[in-house]
């Protein structure tokens, strides 16, 4: 019976190391491979399979201590040191594993900077990398430079400190859209120049009017602005020299444009008959016409055409950022390129004034702006403050000196 009793002992031992070697192979072995093959098509589930791993062989140590102490201390020590051989194979698995996985990921990561391999070839990642990277940086250095000037002379800016609710702009979708657009062709200038020095004005051009039209533009403004606005830069308005008091102000936007073969005293007679034509546009409205040979009054297909339109403007900077002297306004700064190609001749001229200023006083601000015209210059602005007028001239034919060839009612 003892003999009987003492061998039955020795097979409950020995089935129980057996079955203690298989499932601790299970754990230690099959089951984080399973997970590791399982999260290796599944990126997201890494960091779940590390984890149940963890658990699940906390638990099995867990069930294995307790059961220990009911078998033979040697069957027990010779189990333990098994068990401690297969958990410093897996530290090791596990380790080398995440290793060469985070080498992965963080070689193949956008923004990571990419260090010169002795063995790096011409067609490796990081070879790549690296190009991609310094062409990229180079082109968005252009673009910052250009956006910070266009900013500043838009009346925006971006700040690091902290910005007043009246100063906050959430978005570039809250600028005021004609500052706005004026931003986006700076940027879209900027590009253009670096990726493609030798395109012609009429090319970056087109491709500025193609980004404002499509929508790109603003897109990419919105997306360096929101990136910028991550790094703890805020855009806020730039209200310091503006008088509140003077809001909203009115503006008026005149465009003339005349068939090549036009005579110049139709396009001055055009230009005087305008300054009557303003009174009767109201606020926010938008005239258009024409007029024919010798001043006759005509529809869009006359050889002279034009458009008025008056509108207001409820914060600063209005039409000139900068609120005194001699410089041209944003809004005219893109006339040059955007007129070069037209053979006729084309004038804008802009004119602004405080809610007080009266439609004589708006008027009174054109006459100048007519005689300035007809004497020859191209372009000229002249600026008090929140009022005064700017314009533009696209025309190689109009004669200097040639005041004579209009008169003021």
Known sequence: MNQLSVSATDDVINSFGVMTAVLSFCVFIILPALFFILSSKKEKLSGLGVNLTACIIAGWLLCYGIAAQFFDKTVI?????????????????????LKRRSGKSME??????????????????????????QSGISCTLRMLESLETSLKRAGYGLTREKVGPDEYVPGV???????????????IRAREHFWAPQQSDEE???????????????WILDDVISNLKKRGFWLRKITSGHTPAAYPLKQVIIDLEAEPDTAFSDIAYALNRLEKCVPFVGDNGLEKGGFGQGGVSGDASAPVRYSIQCRTCEEPPGFFPERGGFAIPPLLSGMKVA?????????RILLQGRHETSTDALTGLLQDAVFKIVCGAREHADIDGDV????????????????????HP
């Open 108 to 133: 193949g990561c956008y923004g990571m900077p990419v260090d010169e391999r002795p063995d790096e070839k011409l067609t490796d990642m990081t070879t790549a990398m690296y190009l991609w990277q």
């Open 77 to 97: 020590h010779s189990l333990s040191l098994f068990h401690l051989g297969m958990m410093a194979l897996l530290i090791t698995v596990i380790y080398l594993w």
């Open 173 to 187: 979708g809250d600028m005021n859209p004609h500052l706005r657009d004026q931003v986006i062709t700076d940027l």
């Open 339 to 347: 007129t070069k190609d037209k053979t006729g001749t084309v004038i």
């Open 388 to 407: 005064g007028y700017a314009f533009y001239v696209h025309d190689p034919v109009i004669p200097v000196n040639s005041a004579s060839s209009i008169t």
């Open 204 to 218: 970056v051009a087109a491709a500025v009017r193609l980004a404002l039209t499509s929508g790109h533009g603003q």
